[in-house]
């Protein structure tokens, strides 16, 4: 265990910001040594507000210091897998923005390089770490689900206003949606849905992924945006400029035990955001996330919650068969009314702490099992084998579009497992 804190340094100077409050809650542990950015407005305004943390321009030059232990990349998605490839073959440990990578070929490098450098890799799916989802996850690990059959989640959040800078140019988020990128017509941003679920399902522990398909809408909301918004002759208010992209992405997947999970992914359709959209059905209960922000999330469990349920019928010595009229209603109830009973402990123990850095919590507590996993030189909850199950199906949703949604195998990446 090292004596000193470990000293983290941030690419990518944005999204890297969002983490100062979760950097303060472990003050002691882990502390900001240095960022690196190639904006100078970023690098600026980080020597502003941070004075005492370093500023690098190119990452060669971050990589370079040995005062630093660990990087934590929030650059732009195509970067992740070589810088991360980098940092490890430099000594350092990583923490990775999602997703981990974006080609198959960078899975695999990314996993033979966390096996020969030994050195602690962590994807930063935060949204692991929201109450809900610890609190389903401990739900499922306790067997109250009973044999879980199906389990869903998706990310649907207009992005459109992300895909042009102020100036007119595309950013990296345009790029990849744009007709020209390969990633366009997939399920480009997996892990927020599948994340989570594959944690409920005990994915590369107690089951695999094993095919996955994936089916795309045609491409109607981001010309109709850029009209709108691009002044005239913007070269992508042209219809032909996002021809060959997709509003929404809907992947299935099927695992070894015969479980199917749904995905889907859509940062194009306007409607208002909401962060979760997860479900579960299993043989002695079911989950649903809220569908908008003045909702709750619901269960329903056999034998706990309320109305008439098979579990009604269950008297020793009495099976019979049950009339549909009989059988009445199981009722849903709000999730947190069973805190008692499933709370996950890692939100008892740090929930207040949780919730006052970003994502619900999800910042903190992913950097605080990074820490952890760093410190103790354990497996990181989040490693990479699951980063990059999880990653692949955004380059195997392409092949799968491009095959018109014909099957496509998931790679067993730990090959020791
Ligand atoms: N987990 C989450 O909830 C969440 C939320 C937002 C963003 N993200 C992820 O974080 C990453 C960054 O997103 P963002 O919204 O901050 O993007 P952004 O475009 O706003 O910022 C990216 C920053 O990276 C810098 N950069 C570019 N090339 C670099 C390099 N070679 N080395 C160092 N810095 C470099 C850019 O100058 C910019 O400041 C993305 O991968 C995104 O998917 C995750």
Redesign the pocket.
């Known amino acids: 265990m090292p004596q000193r804190p470990i000293r983290l340094a941030i ?5 890297g910001a969002s983490f100062l409050n979760a950097l303060a809650l472990l003050e002691g542990q882990i502390e900001l040594a240095a960022i ?4 100078e407005t ?1 690098r600026d305004r980080w020597s502003q507000t941070n004075p005492g943390v370093k500023t690098y321009d190119t ?1 060669a030059r971050l990589l370079d210091d040995p005062d630093i232990d660990s990087v934590f990349i ?4 195509t ?2 897998a070589e ?1 991360a490839i980098q940092a490890l073959k430099a000594g350092k440990h990583v923490l990775s ?2 997703i981990a990578a974006v080609t198959l070929d960078e899975c695999w490098e990314l996993v033979e390089t966390v096996e020969k450098t030994g050195y602690t890799y962590m994807l ?1 799916e ?1 949204y692991c770490y929201r109450r809900e989802t610890l609190f389903v996850k401990n739900m499922a690990e306790l067997g109250a689900f009973g044999e879980i059959t199906f389990a869903e989640g998706a990310y649907i959040h207009d992005c459109r206003d992300l895909n042009i800078h102020i100036d007119g140019t595309r ?2 988020r345009g790029n990849l949606r744009a007709g020209n990128s390969q990633s366009s017509r997939g399920n480009g941003y997996p892990t ?1 849905s599948l994340g989570p679920v594959a944690q409920w399902l005990g994915i590369n522990r107690d089951d695999r992924l094993l095919r996955t398909t994936t089916f795309v809408t045609q491409s109607a909301s981001r010309h109709e945006w850029a009209k709108e918004v691009l002044p005239e002759g913007h070269p992508d208010r042209e219809a032909d400029a996002w021809l060959n992209s997709a509003d929404s992405a809907s992947t299935l997947i099927q695992t070894e035990k015969g479980r199917v999970i749904s995905l889907r992914f859509d940062s194009a359709s306007p409607r208002p955001h909401n962060m979760v959209h997860y479900g579960i059905q299993g043989n002695r209960g079911a989950f649903v996330s809220r569908r908008h922000d003045d909702e709750e999330p619901l269960v329903w469990i056999d034998g706990i919650s309320p109305g008439v349920s098979p579990a009604n019928f269950r008297h020793e010595g009495m099976a019979r068969p049950v009339g549909h009229e009989e059988m009445g209603h199981p009722e849903w109830q709000l999730l947190w009314d069973l805190a008692d009973r499933y709370e996950h402990p890692l939100w008892k123990e740090h929930g207040a702490d949780a919730l006052s850095s970003g ?1 619900g919590g999800g910042d903190y507590l992913v950097l605080k099992d990074f820490v952890e996993a760093v410190m103790n030189g354990s497996r990181p909850p989040i490693d990479v084998y699951d980063a990059v199950t999880w990653s692949s199906i955004t380059p195997l949703s392409v092949q799968s579009v491009q095959n018109n949604g014909a099957p496509v195998d998931i790679p067993r990446f730990n090959r020791n497992s």
Do not use: F, I, K
């Not at 690419?11 to 999204?15: C, K, L, S, T, W």
């Not at 690196?36 to 904006?39: A, L, M, V």
């Open positions: 690419a990518g100077g944005h999204r690196c950015d190639p904006s970023v990452y929030a650059t732009p998605m970067l992740h810088q923005e999602v930063a935060n950013s990296w927020h994502h």
